[in-house]
């Protein structure tokens, strides 16, 4: 018996590292992968190929597919968590810096344990409420500087990360309270093909495929968007996922703590972003809301 909870033990400790450091790599490579590829029908093929070789690869070991209903829970899951989620941050990325847009996802734990306490009224500690308010003090001085207010794209980036951000959040919530596939593989790869599946149609629906012309695919674009399907699709998502079948949503979205540090270094170094002392300060405060709401934990 030790054995097995050794191992379950490093492989919860690798899915975090994996979730922390490239899931905070994406927000710059999905940023370089939008250079050639428009992005909604980047995020969509990204996942939906992801998805495919996740699927390929669970029929090839013999592990029985889900019910309809189960691949259609997880499908709309995955619309809430990749094609809302996800799709809409790098949709934002074409306004707002790969950095800033890491430290506004920072926002999602709050999101979950206030949406925790008005759809299922569990009411969080006077810790955790502390913890909102600096949360929300420091998204304050955050949204409040002429690099986020200072063009209407800019703004109209903000909503749509807002959206998405409410749209992960529910996700988070529920992903645990519906019939999903018993197979952590099938999961994954049912909630990549709605997701992506959904993002190409959106793209096609829009017009925005038809903007779409290969010459623009640079081998930059090209490694990132490989980079992508393996990295952060494959490994990232199915380290997720475990995650939140072995410890509770709120730890699992710890992840915000490192991301944003990962995102704004990598913009920082890879990217010419600039990082100004506001932006810093708001994000100590944010990760303070964050580490208040965990800590009784």
Known sequence: TMLPQLSERWLIIGSFFVT??????????????????PPFLMSGSRFFTAGMLLYGYARLRGIGGPTLREAL????????????????????????DTGLAALLVTFDPLLIMLLMW????????????????IGIAGMGLLIDQPQLLGSENAIIGLIVIALSLISWAIASIYVSRVAMPSSRLHSSAWQMLGGGLSLLIFSWLTGEASTFSPAAVTPKVAYSWVYLVVLGSLLAFSCFNYLLTKVSPEKVATNTYVNPIVAMFLGWAFNGE??????????????????FINVRR
């Open 20 to 37: 922390y450091f490239v899931w905070g790599s994406t927000y710059l490579v999905n940023y370089l992968a939008i250079q050639g590829i």
């Open 274 to 291: 600039v990082i100004s002392g506001r932006s810093v300060i708001a994000g100590l405060l944010m990760l303070t809301g964050v580490f």
């Open 73 to 96: 829970h997880a499908s709309g899951m995955g619309i809430l968590f990749l094609s809302i989620g996800t799709g809409g941050v790098v949709w934002a990325e074409q306004y707002i």
């Open 118 to 133: 008005l759809l299922l009224g569990s009411k969080p500690a006077w810790m955790s409420i502390a913890g909102a308010a």
